[in-house]
């Protein structure tokens, strides 16, 4: 490794990010060795505020298990783990941010303002008018018709059609991505963008602070800015001990004129395309929205840039004038949704576990992470206790070694119960798509885990009837045949202290 590329790690802004951090920790300590004659009173005090804090736990709403990964590391260290909560655990906005987030979905809302369609989903059953009611009453989140479907069970199939659309744009393009790295993904896209500014063409991006740590430089918003388009960071990371860090911006959006939208688990970055390997094949997938559904996609995004701009749009001026020609004719049910973590309301969890316990004949998950809460195992298992054909896939090359450990740690419940889990042999699997009963199915950005469905901002798109339901299911089964069934004696076959530490991981899952 040259010099270039050593001073380049060395002020990295990651490495500074670290060495703040690591300050402050020793500041801490010093003032605690500063104080030591005072031990008593400070152990009295920190034990205290403990107990506090764990009496807040147990009283707040909230997922037990997320409750129980908290108060047991902070009963065996009293002196540190209240602190440690106040500091790293729960919900940190600062009431200006907190209100600002309100109003943010609070402005959605008004502007949604669905008009009531679950009942037309009657001749579905009332499963689906359930289903339907609840994302338009809870997530305030309407049902479309007139709306076309389009899956793509590839990133890399959704790369040109990306492109095509992201070309046809006249009025605007909205991006809001998790991760936004340089490459041949991006730099095609940023070519693209810089095209429609030339033109005329509003543009505005918005990527995750945290996501893009390691692929982008901190001052990358103004650079896009530089070349006309506007740009936010969202809850840019500040070295500092804080919970502020767990709210993060998990949403994946490409928006054309209000009229065509991609969402899904893909990225702007050349692993989500297979141009750079790096888990082995990379497996995602990533949906297309055309018709009236991509209007709720619309001011999803337009809200959320109202939060990170601190400015108020006027969000009906950016309804699209004309739907463009559907080539399906619209012939399936569409829901777009958006699950924030700020309103107490697990949109995608609900989602989730609505068509968990709603299904008939089967239910076929992909998911690249499972850690899940009580209340969705027993929900899985309950299901294919009740004859349910219940699979699951998941990665077998890890992109975090640790929480594939958590993941494995969850299958031998399920197992015993007839559920049916495989993993994805080439590579890693990050598609979140759900398919039950040739009838319903979502794809989304909600990953089957405690960070997705309690602390990020997320989306998904729920669909009834139509063809893009079988072709998510035509998707797993296709999937299936390149992928290890794990039996219930491979899930026990590894050494007692691998399996105690899994064990353990299921207690502090909901922490990572």
Known sequence: MDIKKILSLLFHRTALVALLLLLQIALLVWTIYRFFDYFFYFYFLCVLLSLVVVLHIINKQGEPGYKIAWIIPILLAPVFGGLVYLLCGGNGLTRQERRRMERMDCHMRDVLDPDKK???????????????????????????????TRYFPLGDDAFQPMLEELRRAERYIFLEYFIIAPGKFWNAVLEVLEEKVAQGVDVRVIYDDVGCLYTLPKHYAQTLRDKGIRCYAFNRFIPVLSVRLNNRDHRKFCIVDGHTAF??????????????????????????????????MTVMFLTMWENVSG????????????????????????????DTPLDGEPVGETVYRNL????????????????????????????????????????????????????????EPLLQAGVRIFEYTPGF???????????????????????????????????????????????????????????????????FFRLLFRAVLRIFAPLM
């Open 311 to 338: 400015r108020e749009e006027d969000i009906s001026g950016y309804r699209p004038g004309r739907l463009p020609t559907l080539e399906k004719g619209g012939t399936s049910w569409v829901q777009p949704y958006a």
């Open 263 to 296: 969402t899904g688990g893909i990225n702007l970055a050349d692993e989500y395309i297979n141009e750079e390997v790096h888990y082995g094949h990379w497996k995602d997938s990533a949906i297309l929205v055309k018709g009236e559904a991509a209007w709720s």
């Open 118 to 148: 679950a009942e037309a989903l009657a001749p579905y059953g009332w499963d689906a008018v359930n289903q339907a009611c609840y994302l338009e009453e809870q997530a305030h989140c309407p049902l479309y018709a007139n709306t076309d």
């Open 429 to 495: 699997l990050h598609a979140k798509s759900f398919v039950s009963d040739d009838l319903f199915a979502t794809v989304g950005t909600v990953n089957l885990d405690y960070r997705s469905m309690f602390l990020q901002f997320e989306d998904g798109i729920w669909l009834c009837g139509g063809d893009t339901v079988l072709d998510v299911k035509a998707d797993f089964l296709a999937t299936q045949k390149q992928s290890e069934e794990i039996t219930l004696e491979k899930a026990r076959s590894y050494s």
């Open 356 to 411: 968990i316990s709603k299904a008939k004949k089967y239910l076929y998950i992909m998911t690249p992470y499972l850690i899940i809460s009580d209340s969705v195992n027993s929900a899985l298992c309950a299901a294919a206790k009740g004859g349910v054909d219940v699979r699951l896939m998941t990665p077998h090359i890890p992109d975090k070694k640790t929480i594939f450990e958590a993941t494995q740690a969850h299958y």
